[in-house]
């Protein structure tokens, strides 16, 4: 019967040498170097066990979703893990000696960076988690702080505020209005000393009789002195109703803005109430307090270091453990694979090289046939050319002898 405690314990076991990125055959071949790789296995595993807490509190804090929370912690875990085990897995041995060298370093720079990043990624939503009650405070005492800005209405301060510039409007419209008035009454004087004068030119009042007479001359002064007097305060009145106008005009704008101005810093102040229950909210929340608390300064750095050395624990210790016995297996059976890919290779391509040799051998066979065959061809058309040449000669010398017997002196002239 199979003990369950020793199968899951077996289990485990295999899962942390899985974990640190070894090949599980090739330790089953030297059971002694289990313990190096069952430590680094280990690390990774807790790692993402760490991550896997974090990220499901992040998510909590930002969707208040237990189930949402559950599987986004489960998906970071996963990933931080095989992150680490990728980094891990792909770090050789280093030089093989106890020591860090400085090669080793830069060789494992970029993979420490990687570590570095995550160890920020991981410790943040645990400094939250940890500095959750001092935050919890500050948040408190923020919002504190904000109901009572919120209490003092800024809308009512604003009307209130503004009660000093509707006063002042009435009062300049007020002016206005008795200026108008004294203008109004002005202009009537005007208008009555108008008439009088031109009813005394016309006969039609006072005196009875037309013309420019004394009456007339008395009336038609008192005319052009109210005209000039309107005219005059007409133009005063006019610069000052527009001076007050413009003040108006100012005063109902800088009412106006005072009023919009409280309603935006209301509608803010409700805003930042409001986001005071997120994670950015939590972080500005640390950052205020690490400001003023030199001691949670430190205990914050202390964490982020100590998950940093966690994350890059697996790479100092393979620059720092010796070469072993797994590490000869694993570059015999490297060495082997790429021996054989070598072989594979030049038997390919020598595979290749025959059948273009073959193929060249064809081709020059090919062309060498032709050649001879052109070349029969060749001589038996210049055999014929030959052949065909003669006939002629023979056919010409025949006319040209008959020629010569029939007309002796045609060829001499000829020639």
Request: proline share 2%; charged share 25%.
């Amino acid at each position: 019967m199979i003990n369950p405690i020793k199968y899951i314990g077996k289990k485990i076991h295999r899962l942390f040498l899985w974990s640190s990125g070894a090949n599980l055959e090739i330790l089953d071949k030297v059971p002694h170097e289990n313990n190096k790789y069952l430590g680094i296995g280990g690390t990774i595993i807790f790692t993402a066990l760490m991550a896997s807490f974090a990220g499901g509190y992040a998510f909590f804090t930002a969707f208040k979703d237990p189930n949402l929370s559950i599987f986004f912690g489960v998906f970071w875990g996963a990933l931080i893990y095989n992150l680490d085990r990728y980094i891990v897995s792909t770090f050789g041995v280093g030089d093989g000696k106890k020591t860090i060298s400085k090669q080793e370093i830069m060789e494992g720079l970029p993979r420490i960076a990687m570590a570095i990043v995550l160890g920020f990624v991981i410790a943040t939503p645990l400094e939250l988690k940890l500095f959750e009650g001092e935050i919890d405070a500050e948040i408190s005492r923020q919002n504190l702080i904000t109901n009572q800005e919120m209490n003092v209405n800024a809308v009512d301060k604003a009307e209130e505020t503004n009660l000093y510039y509707t006063s002042e409007v009435t009062t300049l419209r007020s002016r206005i209005d008795i200026r108008n008035k004294e203008l109004t009454q002005l202009k009537n004087k005007r208008d009555n000393a108008y008439d009088k004068y031109m009813c005394e030119l016309n006969g039609t009042c006072g005196t009875g009789i037309p013309g420019e007479g004394p009456v007339f001359r008395e009336a038609k002064n008192n005319y052009i002195v109210l005209n000039n007097e309107y005219q005059n305060t007409l133009n005063d009145y006019n610069s000052k109703n527009n001076i007050d106008s413009k003040q108006i005009l100012e005063y109902q704008k800088t009412a106006n803005n005072n009023l919009e101005n409280a309603r935006k810093k209301v509608a803010s102040l409700e805003t930042a109430y409001e986001s005071r229950n997120g994670l950015l909210a939590r972080l500005q929340a640390l950052s205020e307090l690490t400001k003023k608390d030199s001691t949670l300064l430190f205990s914050k750095w202390l964490i982020t270091i100590l998950f940093i050395f966690i994350e890059i624990a697996p790479i100092l210790f393979k620059m720092m453990t010796e070469r072993g016995s797994y590490d000869d297996i694993l570059d015999r059976i490297r060495h082997e694979i790429k021996v054989k890919q070598l072989l594979q290779q030049s038997n390919i391509n020598e595979e290749i090289n025959t059948s273009v040799k073959i193929h060249s051998d064809k081709n020059a066979q090919k062309l060498a046939s032709e050649l001879t065959s052109n070349k029969r061809l060749l001589e038996s058309i210049a055999k014929a050319q030959s052949e065909i040449a003669m006939v002629a000669i023979e056919s010409w010398k025949k006319d040209q002898i008959k020629q010569a017997k029939s007309n002796p002196s045609k060829i001499i002239k000829k020639k």
